[in-house]
């Protein structure tokens, strides 16, 4: 009989797959829905009579939402449970295309699309990466590839079928059958079986036991007591997922200062591709199909990544760096692609190196904190980048209504993509200086002004 104080052990397989199964619609249903959302740019800012920046915040608010209210998914997954957690992602992800069918104003978007499926996608996506971790230990970066890839796979089928849907349909249509679609988030929900569970499927009253020393939120009907302890201790383990001492340490802030930039720019493209090709009076599902090509090229460019073994010459930082600097390459010469082969190449060119720096975010940003501030570290940038989300696309919808061409925004794209690459250079600049190899041993830790707690960084990590 498994002893109820002793730790789960991670299967590393069984019906770890079927959860990895569930990260798959997951990720799908959230990533794959929201990059195909220029499909429906143009229809909704002539339908609500929207400027291009009115109509951005549309996508802005969803992925805002999403990154800023991660932490209080992954917060309410560890009070209440990841399968009800999901589950209820699932339905409000669902709700929110659904009520936005009957939006007559594009205000009315903001609070459907934006708000509520946000927060949908943000109960969903980070509590469905963090039970797929805990299944898996050896396999890990397997399953957590797999799970990625419902992504991939869906961004390159949901831009044709979010058109076909808008032919037949109508716009309003179309959001009420997507809405059907995120339901499937919920039967993913079901499919997750609690670590304990799995473990002590065999033993009923083994699995009562640990799971009442899981979690003091046991809820009773009608009991005040248990909600209010339900609360605080949601609000504890919120808290403690964000460390905000991390920020502190010099190469973690640089660090957070180009995922900041590069967010600002990162939703630009795949929302502003398919108008410019329609723009250049290129068919319809032509132009969704460049969604489709760059799904393709960046599933492509993160298994090339993922092949590229550790070089302490070339570390993962380098790999960011390079690659988000070629990714803004790509998106300076965007204006000269004026015909639809040329739109096929830059596509596949920003989806080639888009996979190729963004599977290095975590890696690098795990090399800088170290595992035991990973999760704090993770909730602070998610909240960085939901920030930054909220103002990108925006400001390059104004910068099209000032200009009348969507040169600008992707010109505004490719200059953040490339500072962003930059600024992390700057750490190996700062290796080579005389006084940094003199002051402190290779391996000696960062450690944080005022407090007492070492963070075991060694500078071999942090330094690019």
């Given amino acids: 009989m498994a002893n109820p104080e002793s730790h789960p052990q991670p299967p590393d397989g069984g019906w ?12 799908g249903c959230t990533f794959g829905t929201f990059r195909s959302l220029g499909v429906f740019f143009l229809t ?3 339908q609500f009579q929207a400027s291009s920046a009115e109509t951005a915040w549309i996508t802005s608010i969803l992925t805002s939402v999403m990154l800023f209210l991660a932490p209080v998914g992954t917060a309410l997954a560890s009070t209440i449970g990841f399968r009800p957690t999901i589950m209820l992602g699932g339905v409000l992800s669902a709700a929110g295309y659904i009520v936005s069918r009957f939006a007559t104003r594009i205000f009315h978007l903001y609070l459907g699309i934006g708000c509520l499926t946000g927060l949908g996608y943000a109960l969903c996506l980070s509590p469905a990466f963090a039970i797929v971790g805990q299944y898996f230990t050896k396999r890990r970066a397997m399953a957590t590839s797999l799970t990625m890839l419902g992504s991939s796979v869906a961004s390159m089928s949901f831009p044709p079928l979010f058109q076909y849907l808008m032919d ?22 079901a499919l997750i079986r609690p670590l304990e569970a799995y473990r002590d499927r065999d033993d009923p009253r083994t699995l009562r036991n640990s799971r009442m020393n899981d979690s003091d939120t046991v809820l009773e009907p009608g009991t005040t007591k248990k909600c209010s302890a339900a609360a605080a201790n949601f609000l504890k383990r919120f808290w403690a997922q964000m460390d905000f001492k991390v920020i502190l340490i010099p190469s973690v802030a640089l660090y957070l200062t180009s995922l900041f930039i590069m967010q600002l720019g990162l939703n630009v493209p795949t929302l502003y591709i398919v108008p410019r090709a329609k723009q250049l009076q290129i068919e319809d599902y032509a132009a969704a199909s460049l969604l489709s090509v760059i799904a393709i090229a960046d599933m492509v460019g993160r298994l090339a990544v993922g092949a590229i073994p550790d070089n302490s010459r070339f570390s993962r930082f380098d790999q960011y760096g390079l690659s988000l600097c070629l990714l803004g390459i790509i998106n300076l010469l965007f204006p000269l692609a004026k015909t639809y082969p040329a739109l096929v190449a830059y596509a596949i060119a920003h989806g080639a190196f888009f996979g190729a720096f963004l599977p290095t975010t975590l ?19 998610m909240s960085i980048q939901g920030f930054s989300s909220l103002a990108g696309p925006p400001f390059a919808g104004w910068l099209f209504d000032e200009t009348q061409s969507y040169d600008a925004t992707f010109l505004q794209a490719g200059a953040g993509f490339l500072l962003a690459g930059l ?17 402190e041993p290779a391996d000696s830790p960062q450690t944080v002004k005022g407090e007492n707690e070492t963070l075991l960084v060694p500078e071999r990590e942090t330094a690019v």
Avoid: H, Y
Wanted: aromatic residues 8%; contains cysteine.
């Fill in 44 to 46: 909704f800012s002539q």
């Fill in 363 to 381: 890696t690098c940003l795990a090399e800088l904190v170290g595992p035991k501030r990973l999760p704090s570290a993770i909730g602070i940038m």
């Fill in 168 to 189: 037949e349909f109508g716009w309003k249509g179309a959001l009420l059958i997507i809405g059907g679609m995120m339901l499937n988030m919920t039967v993913a929900g």
């Fill in 16 to 27: 770890g797959w079927m959860v990895v199964l569930a990260g798959f619609i997951v990720t």
């Fill in 423 to 439: 600024l992390p250079f700057l750490l190996r600049l700062r290796k080579k200086r005389p006084a940094d190899t003199t002051e």
